[in-house]
């Protein structure tokens, strides 16, 4: 594996004909990104929402595999590891507007992602959809002062509106801000959110105090 790889900017690509266009905004990467199926914009959010991946990249580029030349859809670079993410079910098909870049598949792993995982993984995407918007609206808010003490009064599992409650005296736009960026940056859980929808009896406890 190349731990020295780095990849910063996607391969251009013009939009593949009768494709959408999904324009997301990635709080990891701290810049707009473009995709252009369902899948990819699912997988996008799976790499966002994982606090062991540092960063990551959409369309790092081409990669050989079982004699067939294929972009991959993403390269991710976790804590311990890297990755090449292919999308079994989004095959694009659009014409490169940039110099192709090749990859070394033989130095990174190659994580095939079919659509029936994405589909086990709906709620969780579905949460942070819901989450992402007031996360990355208020990101330049948010303060260590009001973060922290959040993070300190989860020391055992409390629901959403018990947080809200106990900071009631703040904006309660900044204190779900806050809430939301503590799991973003896996300083907090939410096993709930894997499988039942974001509300609030949504229990979060700190990392921390149940580890």
């Known amino acids: 594996m190349e731990d020295s790889l780095r990849i910063a900017e996607p391969v251009a690509l013009a939009r593949p004909r009768g494709a959408h266009r999904y324009e997301a905004f990635s709080p990891k990467l701290s810049r707009r990104l473009t995709l252009y ?16 991946v540092v960063t990551f ?13 294929c972009l991959a859809d993403f390269w991710a670079d976790y804590v311990d590891r890297q990755e090449l993410v292919l999308l079994t079910d989004s095959p694009i098909d659009g014409e490169m507007t940039d110099a192709a870049r090749e990859l070394d598949g033989k130095a990174l792993a190659i994580r095939r992602v079919a659509s029936a995982e994405l ?34 009064f989860l020391d055992k599992p409390k629901r959403l509106a018990d947080v ?10 900044l204190v779900r801000a806050a809430l939301f960026g503590l799991l973003h940056q896996g300083k907090v859980c939410a096993p709930e959110l894997r ?17």
């Open 119 to 152: 589909v086990a993984a709906r709620a969780w995407v579905d949460n942070w959809r819901c989450m992402l918007p007031c996360l990355i609206a208020n990101r330049k808010l948010v303060l260590p002062s009001l973060s922290r003490p959040i993070e300190l």
């Open 195 to 211: 499988t039942q929808s974001l509300s609030l009896l949504t229990s979060f406890a700190a990392t921390e105090a149940i580890s």
């Open 164 to 173: 809200e409650r106990e900071f009631s005296a703040g904006d309660p736009v």
């Open 37 to 52: 199926t369902r899948p990819a914009l699912e997988q996008w959010i799976l790499l966002e929402a994982n606090p062991a």
């Open 57 to 69: 990249c959409e369309r790092p580029g081409f990669v050989q595999l079982d004699g067939q030349r």
